[in-house]
């Protein structure tokens, strides 16, 4: 897997997004910050999911990624905020499928699992494990973080992926025979 | 109030739209239709978000309106359907915002009261009430018949608004004496 992956963690007030850069060599930390919507002007539902919109579509424009890693939202105790959440994850999955890219989705878990490596890791082990993997000079803000950490969690799904295709080329006859049921 | 409205009924399978003319003499219909994601080959999320996205901001290009209605949508009992509606939601309000039209917000209760007079309308009134105030030759779908009575109701909303204004412009000092609570 080669090239530039966009991170994003969607959030009514505050969504997280982080560049990561994939080559041979491995990863490399592009850029990295919030949408916030909080101290906005405009701060009806209407205009706080333009100003998502408009900055993941501001993102995409500047940094120009070639796929995008989403956090896979879940319903919150409380019902209003689970409505809530899900306009600000609709206003930004349109910007970045407007944006034309294909868009990867993770749970939470998969990306604690991949970034951490257990799924029981608190926020700043995601932030120090984060900052290690991208050998940043300081610790990213909890949602950049997070953001960050979904497009590594996409990058390594997509290592694997690649991994597995080669191991496929090296021996294409061996799924087949798998999926046949028989040997040859 | 004068200009076209377009109403907006969100849903994650089928979006509903109408657009309705106001002028000096009243309402006129323009179109109506059903953006519909469910038959659609992209049927992971962010495809269906983008059909929906795009199928608004095609309306939008097609009928040129000057400012949007759309339904508030309420907690479903299923927290699964209320995270999905509202990431249709989400997006629908995005391609509206991105499309620089003003956004107004009406609950279905507001709707049913400005469309059949009073809350406890069924779809079929709405239904036949949007048909005879739009002197339609038959009666619309019910997800187009909701977004079209949105764009009623905010017509309604926004006549109402004008009447008050030119209440206010024939005795400014009205509202002024009724907010210091003394007269003079």
Excluded: W
């Amino acid at each position: 897997m080669k090239g530039r992956i966009l991170g994003i963690d969607p959030g009514l007030q505050s969504t997280g997004f982080g560049v990561v850069e994939v080559d041979g060599r491995g990863l490399a930390y592009v850029a990295s910050g919030t949408i916030r919507t909080k101290e906005a002007a405009q701060s009806d539902l209407p205009g706080r999911l333009k100003i998502i919109f408009e900055g993941v579509r501001e993102v995409i424009a500047t940094y120009a990624p070639d796929c995008a890693s989403v956090e896979i939202v879940f319903v919150n105790v409380n019902p209003q905020s689970t409505l809530l959440l899900g306009q600000a994850r609709g206003a930004a999955l349109a910007s970045l499928v407007a944006g034309g890219l294909p868009v990867a989705e993770y749970t939470a878990l998969q990306l604690k699992k991949a970034v951490v490596g257990h799924g029981h890791a608190k926020k700043h082990q995601v932030q120090e494990m984060v900052a290690r993997l991208l050998q940043l000079p300081g610790l990213p803000g909890k949602d950049a973080a997070d953001a960050l950490g979904l497009a590594i969690t996409h990058a390594h799904a997509g290592a694997s992926l690649a991994a597995m295709a080669r191991v496929t080329a090296l021996a294409p006859r061996t799924h087949a025979q798998y999926r046949r049921g028989r040997t040859y």
